[in-house]
């Protein structure tokens, strides 16, 4: 039985963990016998929004929920916030450190990939913190 | 071709244990920044790179890449190397740069 609802912890520059809560829901929806396309996308937003919250705030959460029809993946951080959301969508714009960016981070690619990979995304962000809200519809493995 | 296949091509060494080894490899990508490895490469992958931030496992295990080749002379540490064992996700070191060793794996692995 698939939980239908889970929540997590991230910490910031929690480097370690990143990648756990994508690899949970992963999981989960292999049990559930969900298409691998779709789990693919799943994981790609998932492991996006996870790292960003990682390097760029202070800490924060993600839930998901998961009906017969779709995964909705919440995530929401303690800020600082993004202060230009419409060039941070932009493909290569990044604001990561040079830390970061050599350790593999910071392509400027996040955003775009859970874009591309969601049915449907949204985003919200001042400086007290940025919410990212992404579903994607679930179909079985044929 | 496995694994195990590139481990006949003297310049490709392996640095975890032979658990799994025979796995096989479908194709390369090379690349190093993480966010694009994650949008494009496929699963059954080879990865090559010269990062060795252990995220690099975390996105090999999300993306279902059996192996991971360091290029460039570049040396895992000892935590990307533990959570490669742990993840079971085969860790080649060579010393050739990455357009280079992508020549050698193409004629190793006959791709």
């Known amino acids: 039985m698939t939980p239908p609802r889970k929540q997590f912890v991230i910490s910031r520059n929690d480097f370690q963990n990143a990648g756990y809560i994508s690899s949970y829901i992963k999981k989960e929806l292999k049990k559930a016998g969900i298409d691998k396309d779709v789990i693919r996308r799943v994981v790609i937003a998932a492991y996006e929004a996870e790292i960003n919250v990682v390097i760029h705030s202070y800490g924060g959460m993600c839930e998901y929920v998961m009906d017969e029809e779709s995964i909705r993946i919440s995530f929401k951080d303690h800020g600082p916030g993004i202060e230009d959301i419409e060039r941070a969508m932009e493909a290569g714009y990044s604001t990561a450190t040079k830390d970061a960016q050599e350790h593999g981070f910071g392509a400027g690619m996040g955003l775009l990939n859970i874009r591309n990979s969601a049915d449907d995304f949204s985003i919200r962000s001042s400086e007290k913190g940025t919410q990212v809200a992404i579903r994607i519809r679930l179909r079985k493995q044929p | ?111």
């Open chain 2, 1 to 111: 071709m496995t694994i195990e296949t590139i481990l006949s091509n003297p310049q490709f060494t392996l640095v975890t244990s032979k658990n799994r080894i025979e796995q096989k490899i479908n194709g390369l990508y090379a690349c190093d920044l993480l966010s694009f490895v994650m949008g494009r490469a496929q699963k059954g992958d080879l990865l090559l790179t010269i990062l060795t931030h252990p995220n690099v496992l975390a996105v090999a295990v999300l993306l279902e890449l059996p192996c991971v080749v360091l290029t460039s002379g570049v040396n895992p540490k000892e935590e990307m190397i533990k959570k490669a064992e742990e993840e079971e996700i085969a860790l080649i070191v060579t010393g050739l740069d990455t357009a280079r060793a992508v020549r050698e794996l193409y004629e190793t692995l006959s791709l």
